[in-house]
């Protein structure tokens, strides 16, 4: 359970800190903030910031999850999800880190 609980807890910071970066971003290029986080993820993909709007929405959907899920049996499934959508997100910020390279 402590590689788990620590492997969870890592996920749900990585997720709420891209997506507070997101809005700070999103301030930066627009000068305004989005009412909610599909449209900011809709407006940063247009700029090219962000990739797959949904990708963003089922990570905190499972960030959400794993801070209300207690069961057992549910870890397993929690646990698969956290490895693979984990991976994706490192992707996601490196391509977010030399694009903001390029910035001005």
Do not use: C
Not at 29 to 47: C, I, P
Not at 90 to 102: F, G, H, P, T
């Amino acid at each position: 359970m402590e590689y788990y609980d620590s492997l969870s807890f890592r996920f749900e910071k990585a997720v709420e800190l891209t997506l507070s970066f997101f809005k700070t971003l999103e301030i930066y290029l627009f000068g305004e903030q989005s009412d909610t986080l599909r449209t900011r993820l809709l407006r940063l993909q247009k700029a090219g910031y962000v990739g797959d709007v949904d990708f963003w929405i089922s990570a905190r959907v499972l960030r959400n999850k794993i801070a209300h899920t207690y069961l057992p049996n549910e870890l397993k499934d929690i646990y698969d999800s956290v490895v693979r959508l984990g991976d994706e997100i490192i992707r996601e910020v490196k391509e977010l880190e030399a694009k903001l390279n390029d910035l001005p």
